[in-house]
């Protein structure tokens, strides 16, 4: 990830390659083509808004609800960059539009896209808008207008490959800062035609720097640093084990009753949703993290 700023101070601008996010994300998950595209869009976006945050340890979530048959979509993003996340409906597989595009609004349906912000205080801070389209790009767009009143450009792309592996993922966002002059937003603005299909960009073998210079084009800018992303699973056994020491002891042994009763193994069995990873405890193993 490149992340800049206009050298006028108008606006700073950030640039991802998330291919190996996408195709990894793909692995875990199986997705079809259709799920690819709208898991990885929303990855993508994840991963550059994760970056805005302040302080390690903070993160945020993306959360995508729709009533289409994906279900819904949720990434999420530490301060670095790197993201995990899922697709509840991973072989979703609909219609192409008239176009030949895969229909990623046509699998997400109507709904909300919530942006959900854990930096350390009490209550973490949320923010929900209606979908605009479906596509993620133009519904983060308007995430940014509405609740953080930023007027920004977002641009989001992923191309499946004949073997359902990720060919080439990326996005780009340009925000706009305070007392941003009218030649540098009326560039911007004639620049995004050009970001149309950034997804393309990559498969072509461009780096983010010339990406960089597509979305910036007849701007100076400065380069504020270079990120190196990657989809990551934070889960382990530990956070497992408070999982389940938060349902109580009552409802830890209700479960094992329930497994005897119906003749099956006296164990939970606890399944990442983000990385598949399944962590088995015993019936002992459980009940010792009450004691």
Do not use: W
């Not at 994760?50 to 995508?64: A, H, P, Y």
């Not at 609909?94 to 176009?99: A, D, F, G, R, S």
């Not at 299909?197 to 010339?210: D, H, I």
């Amino acid at each position: 990830m490149l992340r800049v700023m206009t050298r006028d101070g108008s606006a700073r601008a950030f640039v991802v390659d998330s291919t190996a996010i996408v195709d990894d994300a793909i692995r875990y998950h199986g997705t079809t083509p259709t799920a690819s595209a709208l898991l990885g869009r929303t990855l993508t976006a994840a991963s550059i808004m994760g970056t805005l945050l302040k302080d390690k340890g903070n993160s945020l979530t993306l959360n995508v609800r729709g009533d289409g048959p994906a279900g819904g979509v949720i990434a999420v993003s530490d301060y670095a960059g790197n993201v995990k996340g899922y697709i509840k409906n991973p072989i979703v597989d609909i219609p192409k539009k008239p176009n030949g595009k895969l229909d990623v609004s046509g699998a997400i349906g109507r709904g909300t896209l919530s942006v959900t912000k854990d930096i350390g205080l009490k209550e973490p801070y949320s923010g929900t808008i209606d979908l605009v389209s479906g596509e993620i790009a133009e519904d983060i767009t308007q995430y940014f207008a509405v609740s953080e009143q930023t007027p920004s450009l977002c641009a989001l792309g992923v191309l499946v490959d004949r073997d359902y592996t990720c060919l080439a993922a990326g996005g780009v966002l340009v925000s706009l800062l305070p007392f941003a002059t009218e030649d540098t937003i009326s560039k911007l603005e004639r620049n995004a035609a050009n970001l149309s299909n950034v997804s393309r960009l990559f498969a072509s073998g461009m780096t983010t720097k010339q990406v960089m210079d597509i979305a910036l084009e007849g701007i100076e800018y400065d380069v504020f640093d270079e990120l190196d992303v990657a989809y990551k699973c934070d889960c382990s056994k530990e956070r497992c084990a408070r999982a389940i020491f938060s349902l109580g002891k009552k409802e830890v042994e209700k479960i094992f009753d329930e497994c005897r009763a119906e003749g099956k193994p006296e164990e939970i069995n606890c399944e990442c949703h983000f990385c598949d990873r399944n962590y088995l405890f015993t019936k002992d193993e459980a009940l010792a993290l009450f004691e």
